[in-house]
């Protein structure tokens, strides 16, 4: 275990329906035509109480395991200033946060609330609480960014690591 960066994430073997949804998950951000070859993705995932949690790691981040899901931070995060920290957890926690909106139907319909909290020399911070159902789990993110007024945050990527999320039995 590197202290710095915490325990690895170990990527699912030989997961092409991970590195598919990866890939169609850059596709819905614009960043790759769906024809075209694709890279496989690289897939983290973690194990809360008999549930696997699977995310394709956007491109910029590494991912590292915690007790309740994954922290995506960002590779290179020792040089900004700026907050940019994404989680993703099983389990319902709102964190204050009252989820006001939604995006999408259905079973893939992601509930989510943002707050807007004036800030320092790295802009006003943003937080995006967002959670869907993921099999027989609930998926909770908390996405924190900051940007200078009058600036809205690109909640994009962390909206497409949300509903690319998988859930599985571990056992």
């Given amino acids: 275990m590197d202290p710095a960066t915490?325990?690895?994430?170990?990527?699912?073997?030989?997961?092409?329906?991970?590195?598919?949804?990866?890939?169609?998950?850059?596709?819905?951000?614009g960043a790759c035509d769906r024809d075209?070859?694709?890279?496989?993705?690289?897939?983290?995932?973690?194990?809360?109480?008999?549930?696997?949690?699977?995310?394709?790691?956007?491109?910029g981040r590494r991912a590292v395991a915690i007790p309740a899901g994954l922290v995506l931070g960002l590779e290179k995060a020792g040089a900004r200033r700026r907050i940019?920290?994404?989680?993703?957890?099983?389990?319902?926690?709102?964190?204050g946060v009252s989820f006001d909106q939604v995006r999408g139907t259905g079973a893939a319909a992601i509930r989510y609330?943002?707050?807007r909290s004036p800030g320092g020399s790295g802009g006003?911070?943003?937080?995006?609480?967002?959670?869907r159902r993921c099999a027989d789990a609930i998926v909770t993110l908390h996405f924190a960014t900051q940007v200078e007024e009058p600036e809205a945050p690109d909640l994009e990527a962390a909206f497409a690591v949300l509903a690319g999320?998988?859930?599985s039995s571990g056992r």
Wanted: charged letters at 15%.
């Fill in 6 to 29: 915490g325990p690895a994430v170990p990527r699912a073997a030989g997961s092409r329906a991970l590195a598919a949804l990866g890939a169609c998950t850059l596709a819905v951000l």
């Fill in 36 to 59: 075209a070859p694709q890279p496989a993705a690289r897939i983290a995932t973690a194990e809360v109480a008999g549930t696997v949690l699977s995310v394709a790691v956007p491109s």
């Fill in 84 to 95: 940019d920290a994404m989680t993703l957890e099983l389990g319902r926690d709102a964190a």
């Fill in 113 to 115: 609330g943002v707050v």
């Fill in 124 to 131: 006003d911070e943003v937080t995006l609480v967002a959670e």
């Fill in 165 to 167: 999320a998988r859930c």
